[in-house]
T-cell receptor, first 114, second 117 residues
Framework: KQEVTQIPAALSVPEGENLVLNCSFTDSAIYNLQWFRQDPGKGLTSLLLIQSSQREQTSGRLNASLDKSSGRSTLYIAASQPGDSATYLCAAGVGIQGAQKLVFGQGTRLTINP | EAEVAQSPRYKITEKSQAVAFWCDPISGHATLYWYRQILGQGPELLVQ????????DSQLPKDRFSAERLKGVDSTLKIQPAELGDSAMYLC???????????????FGAGSRLTVL
């Protein structure tokens, strides 16, 4: 059974810093690894998707990497801004009965202080 | 921009009552997911549909929860009777991808927050 873990559970940094969020998964048989953002009381917004054959994906100030062999992914946020404050969730895409489902970590709650 | 619609946004009910949530996925999306998210935790998959068929409902408490997606479009998740431990955010998501492979990008709705008193 796939298990996804995110460390730390919460992170607080000053504005302008670069930061890294960590995600680990127990089973390397994944189709993809995805990162989402969730604002308080809201749904999830997809940020980046890394296919199992890829090593990284970039979108603006965000860069996500994937190392399947070690069961790890990182989300790098450059030049953090107060608007980046949110909970960040990673999820592993795994196969089930001819389909694909996402298994989520518990999230990292990020606070960027002005 | 196309959205996943969910209703109601908020529901307060007493334990032992019945509750229903509705989800309308993005038009043309074959796969629909219901997730439950307890405060401070990550979402947990309750049920996944591909068109009108259930692909996975292994984590759905079938003694009290039911889900249907008639005609393979919108979907309803029902809880009867509700228990205190059911208080959570119920998230619906949809994706275009059928089958196991591919870049399965999910679009989530805003969620339905349930409080059971």
């Amino acid at each position: 059974k796939q298990e996804v873990t995110q460390i730390p559970a919460a992170l607080s940094v000053p504005e302008g810093e670069n930061l890294v969020l960590n995600c680990s998964f127990t089973d390397s048989a994944i189709y993809n690894l995805q990162w989402f953002r969730q604002d308080p009381g809201k749904g999830l917004t997809s940020l980046l998707l890394i296919q199992s054959s890829q090593r990284e994906q970039t979108s603006g100030r965000l860069n996500a990497s994937l190392d399947k062999s070690s069961g790890r992914s990182t989300l790098y946020i450059a030049a953090s801004q107060p608007g980046d404050s949110a909970t960040y969730l990673c999820a592993a895409g795994v196969g089930i009965q001819g389909a694909q489902k996402l298994v989520f970590g518990q999230g990292t709650r990020l606070t960027i202080n002005p | 921009e196309a959205e996943v619609a969910q209703s109601p946004r908020y529901k307060i009910t007493e334990k032992s009552q019945a509750v229903a949530f509705w989800c309308d996925p993005i038009s043309g999306h074959a796969t629909l997911y219901w997730y439950r998210q307890i405060l401070g935790q990550g979402p947990e998959l309750l049920v996944q549909f591909q068109d009108e068929s259930v692909v996975d409902d292994s984590q759905l408490p079938k003694d009290r929860f039911s889900a249907e997606r008639l005609k393979g479009v919108d979907s309803t998740l029902k809880i009867q009777p509700a228990e205190l431990g059911d208080s959570a955010m119920y998230l619906c998501a949809s994706s275009q991808v059928k089958g196991a492979g591919g870049a399965n990008v999910l679009t989530f709705g805003a969620g339905s927050r349930l409080t059971v008193l």
